[in-house]
């Protein structure tokens, strides 16, 4: 199905019933077409937080928890995020007998929209942990340039990389940026987050890496679609041996999407939440 047939941007009655057949999927393929000799971007985890999750126990009384659904980047659909926000809605009426059952049902009807597996962890509403992060923040830094689209020209490895290959010149590190903004590309919103990128390889030029996030500023993408792209360009432009890229977007919805890539599976980083999602 294409985006534009999904219930974003459309004014939708919100279901009192069991509706798993709202779950919209979307296909990937589409977006990594010109990414396709890029391992990473097939590796690594979709992690949403929802913060709408309510069902009903045997007795007719309403729980709620705070969920973390984890999809696989390999799944050859992502699910759109309004779909998933009334999916969710839709279970509100419903009862089951216990929370695993709740965790079930869910995981079967997921991994059916995905056609790959999902898997769901429920937190008690106060149990869902605010993470520091991690890494060198490089907002404080000056742009050399500063473009309205995304540009992979800008990246830039250090000065004195180009004149050396030796061994002192690779580094490992992580950086982060609160800066990451972008728009959906079918209603226009932002979509706000910090984006954290581990980095074996070549030294890169920090300020060129703040320039490029920067750029995304009026970009029209899905959140899973810029973490690929951000991927895909640092890799092949810089040419890392190892990379991992993270962004944590802020909560819209009842929902905030967090999309990781990563080069090597060691790399794969613990899910968290920031304090401004």
Known sequence: MTVELSLLGKDTQYPTQYQPDILFPISRKEARERYADVAGIYQGQDWWHIFEISWLNTFGVPQV????????????????????????????????ASEQAFIDTVEIDLSRAAEATVKLQLFQVDDLNIAQPQGICIDQL???????????????????????SSLDDIEEIQLYSHLLRSNCPVTGQPDWGTVFIRYQGNKFCYRSILAYIISYRQHNGFHEQCVEQIFADIWQNLQPEKLMVYATYTRRGGLDINPCRVSDDTWMPRPIRLARQ
Not at 81 to 90: A, D, I
């Open 65 to 96: 928890a705070i969920g973390r659904m984890t999809l696989p980047a390999s799944s050859p659909n992502l699910i759109e995020s309004k779909s998933l926000k009334l999916y969710f809605n839709s279970l509100n009426f419903t009862q089951f």
């Open 142 to 164: 000056q742009p050399e340039k500063i473009s309205e689209h995304p540009d992979a020209s800008i990246l830039k490895l250090d000065a004195s990389s180009k004149l050396n």
